[in-house]
Protein backbone atom coordinates (compact mmCIF):
# COMPACT_ATOMS: atom_id res chain seq x y z
CA UNK A 1 0.00 0.00 0.00
CA UNK A 2 1.40 3.75 -0.31
CA UNK A 3 3.20 4.75 1.87
CA UNK A 4 3.86 8.44 3.70
CA UNK A 5 7.49 8.89 5.62
CA UNK A 6 7.96 10.97 8.24
CA UNK A 7 11.48 12.58 9.40
CA UNK A 8 12.65 12.80 12.06
CA UNK A 9 10.44 10.95 14.28
CA UNK A 10 12.19 12.86 17.33
CA UNK A 11 13.46 16.12 17.96
CA UNK A 12 15.18 17.53 20.63
CA UNK A 13 16.14 21.31 20.83
CA UNK A 14 16.83 24.43 22.04
CA UNK A 15 14.74 27.33 22.87
CA UNK A 16 14.77 29.60 19.49
CA UNK A 17 16.01 27.05 17.00
CA UNK A 18 14.26 26.23 13.90
CA UNK A 19 13.06 22.50 13.30
CA UNK A 20 12.23 21.12 10.10
CA UNK A 21 10.20 18.35 9.33
CA UNK A 22 9.71 16.34 6.51
CA UNK A 23 6.92 14.88 4.94
CA UNK A 24 7.46 12.30 1.61
CA UNK A 25 5.08 10.29 -0.58
CA UNK A 26 7.01 7.29 -1.74
CA UNK A 27 4.67 5.43 -4.05
CA UNK A 28 2.01 8.28 -5.05
CA UNK A 29 1.77 11.32 -6.19
CA UNK A 30 0.44 13.84 -3.27
CA UNK A 31 -1.51 16.69 -5.05
CA UNK A 32 -1.71 18.03 -1.38
CA UNK A 33 -0.42 17.22 1.82
CA UNK A 34 -1.76 18.31 5.18
CA UNK A 35 0.14 19.02 8.54
CA UNK A 36 -1.64 18.53 11.93
CA UNK A 37 -0.43 19.38 15.44
CA UNK A 38 -1.84 16.80 18.32
CA UNK A 39 -1.89 17.04 22.11
CA UNK A 40 -1.58 14.03 24.33
CA UNK A 41 -5.18 12.25 24.61
CA UNK A 42 -6.55 15.02 21.75
CA UNK A 43 -7.78 14.86 18.57
CA UNK A 44 -5.58 15.78 15.26
CA UNK A 45 -6.12 19.84 15.05
CA UNK A 46 -5.30 20.51 11.18
CA UNK A 47 -2.93 23.62 11.11
CA UNK A 48 -2.53 23.88 7.14
CA UNK A 49 -3.48 22.52 3.80
CA UNK A 50 -0.86 22.73 1.19
CA UNK A 51 -1.21 21.78 -2.65
CA UNK A 52 1.91 21.22 -4.64
CA UNK A 53 3.00 24.34 -6.14
CA UNK A 54 0.56 26.97 -4.15
CA UNK A 55 0.94 28.56 -1.12
CA UNK A 56 -0.21 26.85 1.89
CA UNK A 57 -3.58 27.51 3.53
CA UNK A 58 -3.46 27.68 7.07
CA UNK A 59 -6.18 27.18 9.61
CA UNK A 60 -7.69 29.87 12.06
CA UNK A 61 -5.42 30.59 14.97
CA UNK A 62 -2.18 29.22 13.40
CA UNK A 63 0.93 31.74 12.62
CA UNK A 64 2.00 31.08 9.17
CA UNK A 65 5.49 32.82 9.96
CA UNK A 66 5.91 30.28 12.91
CA UNK A 67 5.04 27.68 10.56
CA UNK A 68 6.17 27.85 7.31
CA UNK A 69 5.01 25.11 4.74
CA UNK A 70 6.43 24.20 1.30
CA UNK A 71 5.19 21.69 -0.88
CA UNK A 72 7.60 22.37 -3.78
CA UNK A 73 7.15 18.54 -5.58
CA UNK A 74 4.23 16.22 -5.58
CA UNK A 75 6.67 14.05 -3.16
CA UNK A 76 7.52 16.11 -0.57
CA UNK A 77 6.20 18.82 2.12
CA UNK A 78 8.20 19.87 4.81
CA UNK A 79 7.00 21.76 7.85
CA UNK A 80 9.22 24.30 9.57
CA UNK A 81 9.14 25.37 13.15
CA UNK A 82 10.86 28.64 13.36
CA UNK A 83 12.38 30.20 16.50
CA UNK A 84 10.50 27.19 18.60
CA UNK A 85 9.71 27.95 22.17
CA UNK A 86 8.39 25.33 24.78
CA UNK A 87 5.24 26.08 23.92
CA UNK A 88 5.60 24.68 20.42
CA UNK A 89 6.49 21.14 22.04
CA UNK A 90 4.16 18.78 20.57
CA UNK A 91 3.23 15.76 18.25
CA UNK A 92 3.01 16.76 14.56
CA UNK A 93 1.56 14.85 12.00
CA UNK A 94 1.82 14.57 8.17
CA UNK A 95 -0.82 12.89 6.07
CA UNK A 96 -0.99 13.25 1.97
CA UNK A 97 -3.79 12.35 -0.65
CA UNK A 98 -4.12 12.42 -4.60
CA UNK A 99 -6.59 14.08 -6.46
CA UNK A 100 -5.81 11.25 -9.15
CA UNK A 101 -7.29 8.21 -6.94
CA UNK A 102 -9.95 7.73 -4.64
CA UNK A 103 -7.87 6.41 -1.63
CA UNK A 104 -8.15 8.03 1.45
CA UNK A 105 -5.50 9.80 3.47
CA UNK A 106 -1.79 8.18 3.98
CA UNK A 107 -0.16 9.63 7.29
CA UNK A 108 3.38 9.38 8.08
CA UNK A 109 4.23 8.57 11.50
CA UNK A 110 4.70 11.44 13.24
CA UNK A 111 7.27 13.41 14.72
CA UNK A 112 7.88 14.66 18.58
CA UNK A 113 9.11 17.74 19.38
CA UNK A 114 10.43 18.35 22.33
CA UNK A 115 11.91 22.43 22.71
CA UNK A 116 13.88 22.83 26.33
CA UNK B 1 -19.00 23.27 7.97
CA UNK B 2 -18.66 19.82 8.91
CA UNK B 3 -18.65 18.98 12.85
CA UNK B 4 -17.81 15.32 14.00
CA UNK B 5 -18.65 14.28 17.71
CA UNK B 6 -17.54 11.39 19.63
CA UNK B 7 -19.43 11.47 22.83
CA UNK B 8 -17.36 8.90 24.93
CA UNK B 9 -14.01 9.84 25.82
CA UNK B 10 -13.19 6.34 27.68
CA UNK B 11 -14.36 2.98 26.76
CA UNK B 12 -13.51 -0.56 28.09
CA UNK B 13 -14.13 -3.96 27.22
CA UNK B 14 -13.32 -7.23 28.24
CA UNK B 15 -11.24 -9.85 25.60
CA UNK B 16 -13.33 -11.59 23.60
CA UNK B 17 -16.49 -9.70 24.60
CA UNK B 18 -18.29 -6.60 21.68
CA UNK B 19 -18.07 -2.84 22.39
CA UNK B 20 -19.51 -0.20 19.90
CA UNK B 21 -18.16 3.15 19.78
CA UNK B 22 -20.18 6.02 19.03
CA UNK B 23 -19.94 8.72 16.29
CA UNK B 24 -22.26 11.69 14.86
CA UNK B 25 -21.59 14.52 12.55
CA UNK B 26 -23.24 17.55 11.06
CA UNK B 27 -22.94 17.29 7.43
CA UNK B 28 -25.37 19.50 4.62
CA UNK B 29 -23.84 17.45 1.94
CA UNK B 30 -25.18 14.27 0.74
CA UNK B 31 -22.24 12.36 -0.80
CA UNK B 32 -19.03 12.05 1.73
CA UNK B 33 -17.17 9.74 3.19
CA UNK B 34 -16.47 8.43 6.92
CA UNK B 35 -13.77 6.79 8.48
CA UNK B 36 -12.96 5.25 11.71
CA UNK B 37 -9.03 5.13 12.54
CA UNK B 38 -7.31 3.52 15.50
CA UNK B 39 -3.71 5.35 17.17
CA UNK B 40 -2.51 2.71 19.58
CA UNK B 41 0.16 4.29 22.16
CA UNK B 42 2.93 4.20 19.20
CA UNK B 43 0.89 6.98 18.13
CA UNK B 44 0.20 5.48 14.30
CA UNK B 45 -2.80 6.79 12.69
CA UNK B 46 -4.21 3.20 11.41
CA UNK B 47 -7.51 3.15 8.73
CA UNK B 48 -9.84 0.46 10.67
CA UNK B 49 -12.53 1.19 8.11
CA UNK B 50 -14.23 3.14 5.67
CA UNK B 51 -17.96 3.89 4.85
CA UNK B 52 -18.91 5.76 1.72
CA UNK B 53 -22.48 7.53 2.00
CA UNK B 54 -23.81 6.20 -0.81
CA UNK B 55 -23.62 2.65 -0.04
CA UNK B 56 -26.17 1.53 1.58
CA UNK B 57 -24.81 -1.71 2.77
CA UNK B 58 -22.61 -0.69 6.28
CA UNK B 59 -18.89 -1.62 5.72
CA UNK B 60 -17.07 -4.69 7.72
CA UNK B 61 -13.62 -5.29 7.99
CA UNK B 62 -13.19 -8.71 9.92
CA UNK B 63 -13.85 -8.12 13.21
CA UNK B 64 -15.14 -4.33 12.79
CA UNK B 65 -18.33 -3.09 11.50
CA UNK B 66 -20.07 -0.12 11.04
CA UNK B 67 -23.95 0.68 11.74
CA UNK B 68 -24.17 3.85 9.22
CA UNK B 69 -27.85 5.91 9.73
CA UNK B 70 -26.90 8.49 7.20
CA UNK B 71 -30.73 10.11 7.78
CA UNK B 72 -29.37 10.33 11.87
CA UNK B 73 -26.05 11.23 10.80
CA UNK B 74 -24.63 8.35 13.19
CA UNK B 75 -21.78 6.03 12.35
CA UNK B 76 -20.77 3.56 15.72
CA UNK B 77 -17.81 1.41 15.77
CA UNK B 78 -18.32 -2.41 16.58
CA UNK B 79 -15.54 -4.32 17.18
CA UNK B 80 -16.41 -8.45 18.50
CA UNK B 81 -14.36 -10.70 19.47
CA UNK B 82 -11.79 -7.29 21.22
CA UNK B 83 -8.30 -8.60 21.46
CA UNK B 84 -5.99 -6.60 23.83
CA UNK B 85 -4.33 -5.55 20.67
CA UNK B 86 -7.30 -3.54 20.29
CA UNK B 87 -6.55 -1.08 22.64
CA UNK B 88 -6.08 2.61 21.16
CA UNK B 89 -7.40 5.71 20.71
CA UNK B 90 -10.32 5.50 17.80
CA UNK B 91 -11.22 8.96 16.02
CA UNK B 92 -14.15 9.02 13.34
CA UNK B 93 -13.52 10.97 10.43
CA UNK B 94 -15.69 12.43 8.18
CA UNK B 95 -14.42 13.36 4.75
CA UNK B 96 -16.47 15.57 1.46
CA UNK B 97 -16.73 13.87 -1.43
CA UNK B 98 -16.28 17.00 -3.30
CA UNK B 99 -12.91 16.73 -5.33
CA UNK B 100 -12.93 20.27 -6.69
CA UNK B 101 -11.18 23.35 -4.23
CA UNK B 102 -8.07 23.43 -1.79
CA UNK B 103 -8.99 21.03 0.70
CA UNK B 104 -9.44 18.28 -1.17
CA UNK B 105 -9.06 15.24 0.99
CA UNK B 106 -9.28 17.41 4.38
CA UNK B 107 -10.17 15.10 7.64
CA UNK B 108 -12.80 16.47 10.21
CA UNK B 109 -11.90 14.59 13.06
CA UNK B 110 -14.58 13.98 16.48
CA UNK B 111 -12.37 13.67 19.61
CA UNK B 112 -11.74 10.20 20.34
CA UNK B 113 -12.37 7.68 22.53
CA UNK B 114 -9.98 5.86 24.61
CA UNK B 115 -10.45 2.14 24.50
CA UNK B 116 -9.40 -0.08 26.95
CA UNK B 117 -8.87 -3.85 26.89
CA UNK B 118 -8.87 -5.91 30.04
CA UNK B 119 -7.59 -9.14 30.35
Known amino acids: GAVVSQHPSRVICKSGTSVKIECRSL??????MFWYRQFPKQSLMLMAT?????????EQGVEKDKFLINHASLTLSTLTVTSAHPEDSSFYIC????????????FGDGTRLSIL | AQTVTQSQPEMSVQEAETVTLSCTYD???????LFWYKQPPSRQMILVIR??????QNATENRFSVNFQKAAKSFSLKISDSQLGDAAMYFC????????????????FGQGTILTVHP
Open chain 1, 27 to 32: DFQATT
Open chain 1, 50 to 58: SNEGSKATY
Open chain 2, 27 to 33: TSESDYY
Open chain 1, 95 to 106: SASSRLSNQPQH
Open chain 2, 93 to 108: AYKTEDAGGTSYGKLT
Open chain 2, 51 to 56: QEAYKQ
